[in-house]
């Protein structure tokens, strides 16, 4: 029996964004494996349905980030019963019924002299990209100096659970 492999894909917008780009790229090059796992895509915007469609994907309406991320989702892992559930934007469910792997992209957030977000959004991150580091089964980043940064911000002396990924084609996208 194969694999069940999620990937929250809540927002990819219109791929104007590093993230969105590393989302769509990862996902793209997840679905290559798509003949030894069964991959479930999980959006919360109606029209990204049209991205892959040779996988299963799923529309969960929902406008609230919050709802969506902590409450639907998990919802619909837990009736599909996914076995590892993959969040690309460095942050995970808090109720994820499943083996979470969390990819972080960057901790701008934690480098408060470069202003890059607003400040909700920094004080939300500042408290779950820590907790998602702890509780996720397996942390990714996407070079070696955000891993420095996880292990000096999120994961002080953990470093065996944080591994760099390196996707060829991660920008190669196709809108």
């Not at 901790?107 to 890059?116: S, T, V």
């Not at 702890?134 to 996880?150: H, L, M, P």
Request: hydrophobic fraction near 40%; aromatic fraction near 16%.
């Amino acid at each position: 029996m194969r694999k069940k492999i999620a990937v929250a894909c809540r927002d990819l917008g219109n791929l104007s964004t590093g993230v969105q780009k590393t989302c769509f790229g990862f996902t793209q090059e997840l679905v290559r494996y798509r003949e030894d796992y069964e991959i479930h895509l999980y959006y919360s915007q109606k029209q990204h349905l049209q991205w892959f469609p040779e996988v299963q994907q799923h529309y969960l309406p929902m406008s609230t980030r919050l709802l969506w991320d902590h409450l639907l989702l998990p919802l619909a892992l837990k009736r599909d019963k996914v076995d590892y559930a993959i969040f690309p934007k460095g942050t995970k469910s808090l109720f994820s019924p499943c083996r979470d792997l969390v990819i972080i992209n960057d901790l701008g957030y934690f480098y408060p002299q470069f202003d890059a977000y607003q400040s909700l959004d920094t004080i939300y991150m500042k408290w779950m990209m820590p907790y998602s580091a702890r509780q996720a089964w397996g942390v990714f980043t996407i070079s070696e100096a955000t891993k420095q940064d996880v292990i000096r911000f999120l994961l002080p002396g953990q470093s065996e659970k944080v591994q760099t990924i390196f996707i060829d084609s991660i920008f190669d996208y196709q809108k």
